[in-house]
C-alpha cells in the first residue's frame, strides 16, 4: 500500500501534549484509511488496562471492518474478557503492510506479542511518564489514570458506535488501574469516562465481581506470601516474597501477583510496599507508594520504571541481593522526598 505522510514525533516531555487531541485525530484517520492488516500488542505480563485497551481497540476496529491481530497470553482471571479467537499466539514477524498498534507500553523493551521492527507503520499510546514517544505517530500521557482513558477517546473519534462488547473493556482497563476508583489517580475525569461506559450497557456489578474470581489455590499460595512479611525503614518500607516454589505449586493459581503487593500496601505506617518474585536468575519487583513517594524513581534506580504511586524492575540475581537493592533505593528515595525533592514524573 501506498506509505501515508505523517507528521514527526513531538518533543519529548514526558508531562503530556496540550494537542494529543490532534494527534489522535490523526491516529484515526490514519487507522480508517488503512487496507492492510493491523496488529495490536501491549506489554509484557499484561494487565487489565493492557489487556482493556487493546481489546476494546481491537473490536472497534472491526467493527470498521479491519483485519486486526491481537497476539496477548492474558492471565487466568482476565481471560473471561476474550471471545474464543480474539486473541492469538505471539508472532515471529509481522505480516506485509502491518499498521502496529503498541498499547500501555512504557519502553519499547517491554513489547510483547509481535516485533515493532517490521511495521510499515507503529502508533504508540500510553500514559507512562517514562515513554520516550517511540513510533511515528505517539500519544503519552502521563496525566491519564489508564490507557484505556485514551483508548476510549480514539474510540470516540473513529466514529464507532458503542456496544457493550467494546465498553466492557475499556472499563475494565480503567477500573483496573484504579484499584477500582480507590487509587490517588482517581479523578473527576475517570469517574466520568466510568460513568459514560457503564451507561453504554457495561453489567458493572457482574464485572467488578468476575475481575475478583481467582482459582482456588491462589488462596493457598496468597497463605504463603503473607508469612514472609517484614518491614524496615522503621516501618515505612514493607516486603514480601514470591519464590520459585511458590510460583511452581501455584499452578493455574498464577494468576496476578501484584494482588499480593495491593494487599500488603495498606500495612498501617508503611509508604512503600515491595513484591520481589523470583524469575530464573533474577527477581521481579513490584513497588506500590503512597504520600507522594515515587514507586517510579525507586524503580528507574532499579533499571525499571513506572508511574510515581506503581512501578517494577527486574533485577539480576537472588532474592536477597534484590532485597538489598530495594531497601537502599527505598531509603534514598524517601530521603529525597523528606529533603523536598522528587523524582520524575
Known amino acids: 500500500m501506498a506509505r501515508m505522510a505523517l507528521p514527526g514525533n513531538p518533543s519529548v516531555n514526558n508531562r503530556g ?25 501491549a506489554h509484557v505480563d499484561p ?14 476496529l472491526e467493527a470498521l471492518g479491519k483485519q486486526v491481530l491481537l497476539p496477548m497470553e492474558p492471565p487466568r482471571y482476565l481471560a473471561f474478557l476474550a471471545e474464543e479467537g480474539e486473541l492469538s499466539p505471539a508472532l515471529d514477524a509481522l505480516p506485509a503492510g502491518t499498521l502496529l498498534f503498541v498499547l500501555d507500553v512504557a519502553d519499547r523493551n517491554r513489547v510483547w506479542g509481535a516485533p515493532v521492527r517490521g511495521a510499515e507503520r507503529v502508533v504508540n499510546i500510553d500514559h507512562h511518564g517514562t515513554n520516550d514517544r517511540f513510533g511515528d505517530l505517539a500519544v503519552v500521557e502521563p496525566g491519564k489514570a489508564a490507557t484505556a482513558l485514551l483508548i476510549k477517546e480514539l474510540i470516540e473519534v473513529l466514529g464507532v458506535a458503542w ?17 477500582n476508583f480507590r487509587y490517588g489517580n482517581t479523578d473527576h475525569e475517570v469517574l466520568d469516562a466510568a460513568g459514560d461506559l457503564i451507561d453504554q450497557g457495561v453489567a458493572y456489578a457482574e464485572l467488578t465481581d468476575r475481575l475478583q474470581w481467582r482459582h482456588p489455590n491462589y488462596f493457598q499460595t496468597l ?12 516501618g515505612q518500607l514493607v516486603m514480601a516474597d514470591y519464590t520459585a516454589d511458590m510460583r511452581a505449586d501455584a499452578e493455574a493459581a498464577d494468576d496476578d501477583s501484584d494482588d499480593f503487593v ?48 506503581a512501578a517494577g524492575a527486574t533485577i539480576p540475581g537472588d532474592l536477597r541481593a534484590a532485597e538489598q ?11 529525597r522526598r523528606k529533603g523536598g525533592t522528587t523524582g520524575p514524573s
Not at 489522535?24 to 495490536?40: C, D, K, N, T, Y
Not at 466492557?168 to 484504579?178: E, S, V
Not at 537493592?325 to 530521603?335: F, G, N, P, S
Open 163 to 179: 456496544t457493550p462488547a467494546i465498553a466492557t473493556p475499556c472499563l475494565t482497563g480503567i477500573l483496573t488501574d484504579t484499584g
Open 17 to 41: 501534549d496540550a494537542n494529543y487531541r490532534d494527534t489522535i485525530a490523526e491516529i484515526a484517520r490514519l487507522a480508517r484509511a488503512w487496507s492492510g492488516p493491523i496488529v495490536i500488542v
Open 223 to 234: 497463605g504463603r506470601v503473607m508469612q514472609t512479611v517484614r518491614f524496615a525503614l522503621d
Open 47 to 60: 494487565d487489565g488496562d493492557a489487556l482493556g485497551s487493546t481489546l476494546a481497540l481491537r473490536r472497534a
Open 325 to 335: 537493592a530495594v531497601v537502599a533505593a527505598t531509603e534514598r528515595e524517601l530521603e
Open 262 to 309: 495491593g494487599i500488603i500496601r495498606y500495612a498501617e505506617g508503611a509508604k512503600v510496599a515491595v513484591l520481589l518474585k523470583e524469575r530464573g536468575d533474577a527477581v521481579k519487583v513490584s513497588v506500590r507508594t503512597r504520600g507522594g513517594v515515587s514507586a517510579q524513581a525507586i524503580c528507574l534506580e532499579l533499571g525499571g520504571g513506572g508511574h510515581v504511586a
